[in-house]
């Protein structure tokens, strides 16, 4: 996880909606948001976790330290330009929080690509 965005609604005073990244050589890139996929529990959690760990401060966007890993899942994706990753990734929702990781195990971008090349193929 790299940026953390307050939610709308009910969910508008916790950090709900999150933006991902995977690895581009030696930096992260970012390459999905999503505010789907953990329970209240859980959301309260990295709420409190996000406001102890805040980097910098974009408007409503605030980075944080990239310490947190999610396996993402998603109905599709392609090839890009419009995006600063090259990919963009449809209906991107959270599929589970994986502490068990560090940011070190974040997939590459690399691999990503290598993703939508054997699904065009398929």
């Known amino acids: 996880m790299l940026y953390a ?9 916790l950090y709900t909606d999150y933006t ?11 390459i999905a948001k999503a505010y789907s996929g953990l329970d209240n529990k859980e959301i309260n959690t990295l709420d409190k976790w996000i406001r102890k760990h805040i980097k910098e401060r ?6 944080v330290d990239p310490e947190q890993v999610f396996e993402l899942a998603f109905e599709g994706i392609s090839l890009s330009s419009r995006h600063k990753s090259g990919v963009s990734v449809r209906f991107p929702r959270i599929a589970q929080w994986r502490q068990d ?10 691999l990503v690509k290598q993703m ?4 065009d193929v398929a």
């Open 20 to 30: 991902f990244g995977v690895w581009d050589g030696d930096i992260l890139v970012p």
């Open 58 to 63: 974009f408007g409503p966007v605030r980075a």
């Open 101 to 110: 990781l560090t940011a070190k195990d974040a997939e590459t971008l690399e």
């Open 5 to 13: 965005q307050s939610g709308h609604g009910k969910r508008s005073n």
């Open 116 to 119: 939508i090349t054997a699904t």
